[in-house]
C-alpha cells in the first residue's frame, strides 16, 4: 500500500512538472513568436557620433530586446527634438541645446544617456583660405580662432551645434559673429563638404567622417579637431545625448531601459570590435569614404564614448557654459531636473 501511494504521488509531482513544463516551453514560444516592439529615433545627421546607433542596430541589440528601431534623420539638430516634443519618435540623439533651452522656457526634457562626452564637431577650412590667412596646422588654437576674421564659416542650419559653435570661436576671439566672421546655414554633409571645396565658405564645421573625408581629398586642412582636444574648452562635454519626454519614461520605463541596455551594448562592441569589424558596419553606411579614412574617423569617435553611457554633472556644466557664451542661455541648469541615469543597465559614479 505504501509503495502504491509513494508511486502515485511520484507520478503525480512528474504529471505536474510535465505540465510546468509545457506551461512555460508554450509561454517561451509565444515569447519568441510576439512581434517586435517598432520604435523610432531621430538624429540630426547621418554621422559616426551615432556609431552606438547603428551597432546596436545591424549586430542585432535592439532585436535582443525586441525591439525593431526605425532611425530617422532631420538634416540638422532641432527638427529632431521637435519629432520627439510632437510624439512623433519616442527617443531622439542629438546635442544639448534643446535641453538647455526646453528647462529655462518650463517645458523640461529628460536625458537618459550620453553617447559622447567630448565636442564632436570639427571645423576644416579650404586649403587655399588657410594658406592667405598664414594659418597652420601646429598654430595655437587661440591664433587660429583670431584668423577667422572677414571669413565666412559653414553650419548645418542656423542654431544648430554645428553652426553656433562658430558663434563661439569668434566671439572667443573677440570678433563679432555676422560682422567679422560671416556664419551661414549650407546644409548636409555632401553639401558642406562641396561648399568648402568651391570656397562658397572659407570653413564648414561637422561630424565625423566628413571633416576627415574633406581633409583627405587635398582641397581642406583641419582648422580644429576636437577629438584632440585642441579646444580645452570641449574636453568634457555632454556632446550627443538621448532625449526623452519626461512623461514617456515614466509610463514606458521598461522600454527606456530596453533601447538603453541595447545602446551600452553597442558601446561594448566598439570598445572590442576588430577594425575589420568595424569596417563590416561602417562600409554599410560610408560606402563611399575610403577605408582608412573610416578607420580614423572611428578612432575619433571611440575616444569620446563613454562606455557606461552614464552623464556626469561636469560635463552637463560645461555645454550650459558654452550655450551662455553663445547667448542660448541665460543661466546654470540643474543637473536633477533634466538628466535621468536611472534607465542605465549599470551604476553612474
Request: proline share 6%; net charge positive; aromatic share 8%.
Amino acid at each position: 500500500m505504501k509503495n502504491w501511494r509513494t508511486n502515485k504521488i511520484l507520478s503525480s509531482v512528474a504529471a505536474a512538472a510535465l505540465a510546468c513544463g509545457l506551461t512555460l516551453g508554450s509561454t517561451q514560444a509565444l515569447a519568441q513568436a510576439k512581434p517586435a516592439q517598432k520604435l523610432r529615433m531621430a538624429i540630426p545627421v547621418p554621422a559616426l557620433v551615432f556609431y552606438p546607433i547603428y551597432v546596436a542596430q545591424d549586430k542585432g541589440f535592439f532585436a535582443e530586446e525586441g525591439i525593431e528601431m526605425e532611425v530617422i534623420s532631420t538634416q540638422g539638430d532641432g527638427p529632431d527634438v521637435d519629432a520627439l516634443i510632437a510624439g512623433s519618435v519616442q527617443f531622439t540623439a542629438s546635442t544639448p541645446n534643446r535641453l538647455m533651452t526646453a528647462y529655462e522656457q518650463g517645458k523640461p526634457l529628460k536625458a537618459v544617456m550620453s553617447m559622447s562626452n567630448k565636442m564632436g564637431i570639427h571645423c576644416f577650412m579650404n586649403k587655399e583660405s588657410a594658406e592667405k590667412a598664414g594659418i597652420k596646422p601646429d598654430m595655437p588654437f587661440n591664433e587660429k580662432i583670431k584668423r577667422l576674421k572677414g571669413m565666412t564659416v559653414g553650419g548645418t542650419r542656423p542654431g544648430a551645434f554645428s553652426f553656433v559653435i562658430a558663434v563661439d570661436y569668434a566671439k572667443r576671439a573677440g570678433l563679432v559673429p555676422q560682422k567679422d566672421v560671416k556664419i551661414v546655414g549650407i546644409g548636409g554633409g555632401a553639401q558642406m563638404l562641396a561648399a568648402v571645396e568651391n570656397k562658397q565658405v572659407d570653413a564648414g564645421c561637422f561630424a565625423s567622417p566628413i571633416v576627415e573625408l574633406a581633409v583627405s581629398r587635398g582641397k581642406s586642412v583641419w582648422f580644429v579637431n576636437n577629438a584632440l582636444n585642441e579646444d580645452k574648452a570641449f574636453s568634457d562635454f555632454l556632446f550627443e545625448l538621448v532625449y526623452v519626454l519626461p512623461e514617456y519614461a515614466k509610463q514606458n520605463p521598461e522600454t527606456v531601459r530596453k533601447v538603453l541596455r541595447a545602446l551600452v551594448k553597442g558601446n561594448e562592441w566598439i570598445m572590442n570590435a576588430t577594425p575589420q569589424q568595424h569596417l563590416e558596419v561602417l562600409k554599410k553606411r560610408f560606402e563611399a569614404v575610403d577605408t582608412k579614412v573610416l578607420l580614423d574617423s572611428m578612432a575619433n569617435v571611440r575616444a569620446a564614448i563613454v562606455p557606461s553611457g552614464c552623464i556626469s554633472p561636469r560635463s552637463l556644466q560645461a555645454a550650459a557654459d558654452f550655450m551662455k557664451r553663445v547667448d542660448q542661455l541665460k543661466k546654470d541648469v540643474p543637473f536633477s531636473a533634466v538628466v535621468d541615469n536611472s534607465f542605465l543597465p549599470g551604476p553612474c559614479k
